[in-house]
């Protein structure tokens, strides 16, 4: 994979390619009972591109490396080479 995912109690739910072959489609879970920081970071690649992202892959929202879902939340993102 070329990027990691961290934060207390999240966990990556799925993961799949992109339907227009760029990149990936993952939904993050929020498994704990506070909003938690989550850092995603790339690996054996120099930058990686992250978007919220919804259900029909939409990029509805830029967002960094580093960023919070809240308490027993879902996000879908997009991560991009």
């Known amino acids: 994979m070329f990027f ?4 207390y109690n999240i ?8 339907d227009d072959g760029n990149g990936v489609i ?3 879970v929020n498994a704990g009972d506070a909003q938690t920081r989550v850092n995603i970071t790339p690996q054996g690649t120099p ?4 978007w919220e992202s919804n ?5 509805k929202g830029s ?3 580093n960023f919070t879902i809240p308490a ?7 991560i991009e080479k």
């Open 4 to 7: 990691k995912v961290d934060g």
């Open 11 to 18: 966990y990556v739910e799925s993961i799949k390619p992109a």
């Open 26 to 28: 993952a939904d993050l």
């Open 47 to 50: 930058a990686i591109k992250i």
């Open 55 to 59: 259900l029909t892959e939409d990029k």
């Open 63 to 65: 967002l960094n490396n």
């Open 72 to 78: 027993k939340g879902i996000l879908t993102v997009r």
